[in-house]
């Protein structure tokens, strides 16, 4: 304990910190500041980019098309039914895996975790061969004597793929708090009259409200600035906020305007992050400390 | 017939039988504890008893009502848990006001009734914390609290004490039995300490390996225990050779072969001079409790437990040569254990 304070009080936690702080600032701050400054570099489609004017014109734009405002609110309502669906699904599998017996737990939690382990770039080319024109979906529909449907390059597959993406992302942290949990306060919810639903939704969901919320801003701060599924299963025609960007850098190889909306999407997604997170806390925070 | 009714009661996981054909019958308003090393099954008994265990044979009775396969909310028994189990999301007030809610009691006298019970044990002023804020004997309480103010006509007490540091427990230990009186409420608290046993309740039952070993008053208990584990694990006991003599009187067999085997309380050996008594020894040992002196004596019968009172005079040194002596009326025959511990 004290030399921790000893180091907390001097110059040493500086000292000691300095490596991670060097990554820290080489990785992060730094490219993000070239972002931000990039965004403001004025941008001809004749001379290319004059990194030596500053205009806001970027911005201007960006709030004056309605284009754009069309793909950040794809974006956002993409995103936000993704974390939705995961909160749906993740929190009762995550409660049924903590109640689960010995050998099961281990192997069920092994199983929702290897997706990880296979790429996204993988996995939506797999939902691309099950929701395509031919995929199996529509040969099956076909079996049974309907007509195929347009699954793929729509807002449902791009949906589909990122809840089973980012599933994992929601369970791990529900199940963290989960193992938290005194079963015996279950059982003495029961005992005192509950019956088995009214124990979950009393005693049970509202402890674990910190990992849902752990869970809810990860998910949706990963699937907000998705780039890979949107890519592969919402084609060219259903832009997200991060194809739009590689589209600008690459397509129009105008990166300041890449780099405005770049930044943009980054500050919506604090904003709505931090008001969300401001929200339940607020909510949970006196109860669970 | 009595108001809690074990019937032959049994629980098997697998190929071990954690609770054997057990019977037992509590009287209305009477504090029953089951006392036990751990893993003798009583707390299998007692979770049988609330419903969280499946019974795997016998019945359960409760005022005349089979509740054998009862679900535990239709049991409406209270429960303590020894982790105490308190919604930490939720005040105090909340808390002990839960098993009122799923009850839909209306407001107003709910509200009175969680008064009430939070007046009873002491609490009333902490209505408004949330359980991290109060300390292990304030949990301790509103546990209680929580399991009294539904009115169940059984409390169940789980190991209550045993996560209370030593002062907190007697002083708890107390307090359960004041408030256990002031409601009357029919008690079974499970608890391996001894001294929780012996002081808080009506009866003791004594439990090992599954089976009951032994029911009687706290007295009766120590004073007549009737195998050699009770008498090693309620209290100490010195174990020493006996065997009857002519007339059929129990006397101790000093040349240390005796059919018997006697137990004999340190505190009902007397210490005299040297030459004096029934047996010579000599101190080995001191220890100073406080209250009390416990000295080991090195005897021909192996080394024996003596407890004096510390009356103020001054101790025996160890190397002392003593003389025992005792009331042979006080000797307790043991009986074989039947089973093992």
Not at chain 2, 52 to 58: D, I, K, L, N, T
């Amino acid at each position: 304990m004290n030399t921790l304070a000893a180091i907390r009080q001097g110059r040493q936690g500086y000292v000691l910190s300095a490596p991670a702080l060097a990554l820290y600032v080489g990785l992060l701050a730094i490219p993000l500041l070239l972002t931000l400054v990039l965004s403001l570099n004025v941008f001809d489609y004749s001379s290319g980019i004059n990194s030596d004017a500053y205009t806001f014109a970027h911005y201007s734009s960006l709030l004056g098309d309605p284009y754009f405002y069309e793909i950040f609110l794809r974006t956002m309502w993409i995103s936000a039914l993704t974390t939705l669906l995961c909160v749906l699904i993740g929190v009762p599998e995550a409660y049924i895996l903590s109640r689960m017996g010995a050998p099961w737990r281990s192997i069920f939690l092994i199983l929702i975790l290897t997706p990880l382990l296979i790429s996204v770039v993988v996995r939506a080319f797999g939902w691309s061969l099950l929701l395509g024109a031919d995929g199996l979906v529509n040969q099956t529909l076909q079996a049974f004597g309907g007509s195929p449907m347009k699954l793929l390059y729509t807002p449902f597959a791009v949906v589909i793929a990122l809840v089973h993406v980012m599933l994992p992302f929601m369970i791990i942290p529900v199940w963290t708090s989960l193992q938290k949990l005194d079963p015996a306060a279950e059982q003495a919810a029961l005992s005192l009259g509950a019956s088995h639903f009214t124990v979950i939704r009393k005693v049970v969901l509202p402890q674990v409200m910190p990992g849902v919320l752990s869970g809810t801003l990860i998910v949706f701060g990963l699937a907000a600035s998705s780039f890979a599924i949107p890519g592969l299963l919402g084609g060219r025609r259903l832009k997200m906020v991060a194809t739009l960007i590689y589209d600008q850098y690459l397509s129009e190889l105008n990166w300041p305007m890449g780099a405005a909306i770049a930044v943009a999407l980054l500050l919506l997604n604090l904003l709505i992050m931090l008001s969300w997170n401001r929200m339940i806390e607020g909510r949970y925070k006196k109860s669970l400390g | 017939m009595a108001f809690v009714q074990l019937e032959n009661l049994g629980k098997r996981y697998g190929e071990i039988d954690a609770v054997v054909a057990t019977n037992l019958s509590v009287e209305k308003g009477e504090f029953v504890s089951l006392l036990g090393p751990s893993g003798c099954g009583k707390t299998t008994t007692l979770q049988m008893i609330a419903g969280f265990v499946e019974v795997s044979s016998g019945r359960i009775v409760l005022d005349g009502r089979d509740i054998t396969h009862a679900k535990p909310a239709s049991r409406g028994l209270g429960v303590v848990f020894q982790s105490y189990a308190l919604f930490p999301h939720m005040t105090v007030q909340d808390n002990v006001a839960f098993g009122l809610r799923m009850r839909k009691v209306p407001n107003g006298e709910l509200q009175q009734r969680v008064d009430r019970v939070l007046k009873l044990v002491r609490l009333h002023q902490h209505a408004e914390r949330y359980p991290r804020e109060l300390s292990g004997g304030q949990r301790q309480r509103v546990a209680l609290a929580r399991a009294l103010v539904i009115e169940p006509p059984v409390l169940l007490l789980d190991e209550p004490l045993s996560n209370l540091d030593a002062n907190l427990r007697e002083e708890m230990q107390f307090e359960i039995r004041r408030i256990q009186r002031e409601v009357g409420i029919t008690t079974l608290m499970v608890t391996h300490d001894q001294s929780e046993a012996l002081s808080i309740s009506d009866r003791v039952v004594v439990m090992q390996a599954g089976r009951i070993t032994q029911i009687d008053a706290p007295y009766t208990l120590y004073e007549h225990p009737r195998t050699e584990f009770i008498s090693g694990f309620v209290g100490k006991a010195n174990l020493l050779p006996g065997e009857r003599d002519g007339a059929g009187v129990v006397q101790v067999c000093n040349t240390g072969n005796g059919e018997l085997t006697l137990s004999l309380r340190p505190e009902k050996i007397d210490l005299r001079e040297k030459g004096h008594g029934r047996l010579q020894g000599k101190i080995a040992s001191r220890f100073f409790l406080g209250s009390q002196w416990l000295y080991g004596v090195t005897t021909t019968l192996g080394e024996l437990c003596v407890v004096r009172r510390n009356d103020g005079s001054a101790p025996l040194a160890e190397g002392t040569a003593v003389g025992l002596d005792w009331d042979a009326a006080l000797l307790r025959v043991l009986s074989v254990d039947e089973v093992s511990a």
